[in-house]
């Protein structure tokens, strides 16, 4: 018995001009010999969907990437394929902004904002957005464990498993692989959710709801909520700066406020206002902007109960009830509640205990920061 049979009828019926003959010179790659019964043969409305199907049978990929040389039996594969080189992204969320670079994504990913789940379980109901997570899960219930490794890898895993769990004592032969598995044993914050891999730092997070700051410095009392804070703090009265600028050399007791200092050098603003688009160097500057727009008023002054949107503010204000003056001059001793005043007050020693300057004649410059005054 043939191992293929020729298709006969639909394809007579199409006979369109000079196309017919190489059509018809493949069919026999799509109906079976065995078995051959009615409605058994894959037929088709034109000869070009034809000969799309006819290549699974054939292997062939008529269409070539350029770029890498990849081949593909479609061409809106091929299509697809090359916007990884390209990378073009057009199809873009309206609620978010990201962008795509297939329609199957972009619609995948809209079920995040409208929190549709189409796809359900069939064993115990739970819903999902993606099929592919339908899939998975219903393993669970099946038991399936498709993905299988060779005899031979398994023995090359056996006596390779370097990184072991520490709380089961499961082994892996990558680090990456491990990782993915200490997730089964997180715990989570019962306050906001969040999960952690370990009990310390679950305990460390709690800090922020609690309000606990279990670090003591010694020296001036500060208290601290983690440990990492509380180290950074004591370098500060040891005076040890480890890090320096390499555009300037200044020195600063940690990398972090090194790569915050550089914004000022590359003028970097990171942090963007999404009411106004103004933007910030600190993340604390944004939130405090932030506030201008949201009209909230967190610190309150505990003498007259007047509010304000920063703490740098609350604390200037609080020294018109305390009296204190931590600002004084150098020359001749008088103090003020604010720098700004302190700055404006130094010019007027200018004329009285300086020369003029030779070089400047309208002008007269403080010896402390050589700033300039106008003469009155």
């Given amino acids: 018995m043939d191992k293929f049979l020729p298709v006969e009828g639909d394809l007579e019926q199409e006979q369109s001009v000079n196309s017919m003959q190489k059509v ?3 069919t026999s790659l799509c109906i079976k010999a065995e078995p051959v019964s009615e409605g058994s043969e894959h037929r088709f409305l034109f000869p070009r969907d034809l000969r799309t199907h006819q290549s699974i049978h054939t292997g062939e990929r008529p269409y070539s990437c350029v770029e890498c040389g990849k081949t593909f039996r479609l061409y809106i594969c091929l299509k697809r394929h090359q916007q990884i080189h390209t990378g073009v992204k057009p199809f873009s969320c309206a609620d978010c902004g990201k962008n795509f670079k297939h329609l199957f994504s972009l619609k995948g990913h809209q079920r995040i904002h409208t929190g549709e789940k189409p796809y359900s379980c069939g064993e115990c109901g739970q819903n999902f957005s993606l099929l592919g997570n339908l899939r998975s899960h219903e393993r669970v219930h099946t038991g399936e464990r498709p993905y299988i490794c060779p005899e ?23 680090l990456e692989n491990l990782q993915v598995h200490i ?30 700051h279990p670090f003591y410095c010694i020296k001036c009392e500060k208290t601290f909520a983690h440990v990492k804070s509380f180290r950074q703090h004591c370098i500060s009265h040891t005076g040890e700066k480890p890090y320096g600028c390499a555009d300037c050399g200044k020195a ?10 550089m914004r000022t050098h590359t003028g970097e603003k990171p942090y963007r206002c999404n009411e106004c688009g103004k933007t910030f160097m600190h993340s604390k500057n944004l939130q405090v902007h932030i506030r201008v727009h949201t009209g909230e008023k967190p610190y309150v002054c505990p003498e007259c109960g007047r509010m304000f949107t920063a703490l740098g503010s609350l604390k200037r204000h609080i020294r018109i009830h305390t009296g204190e003056k931590p600002y004084s001059c150098a020359e001749c001793g008088r103090c003020f509640s604010h720098s700004e005043s302190l700055k404006g007050f130094s010019g007027e020693h200018c004329p009285k205990h300086h020369a003029p300057s030779t070089s400047l004649s309208s002008s007269h410059s403080a010896s402390r920061c050589h700033k300039l005054f106008p003469c009155t």
């Fill in 24 to 26: 018809n010179s493949l």
């Fill in 152 to 174: 031979i890898h398994q023995k090359i895993h056996a006596e390779h498993k370097m990184y072991s769990c520490s709380k089961c004592g499961k082994s892996y032969t990558n």
């Fill in 252 to 261: 600063f007791s940690s990398a972090r406020y090194v790569k915050v200092h």
């Fill in 183 to 212: 997730k089964v044993h997180t715990v989570s914050c019962t306050e906001c959710g969040k999960t952690f891999t370990n009990l310390s730092g679950l305990k460390s997070h709690q800090r922020i709801h609690s309000g606990a």
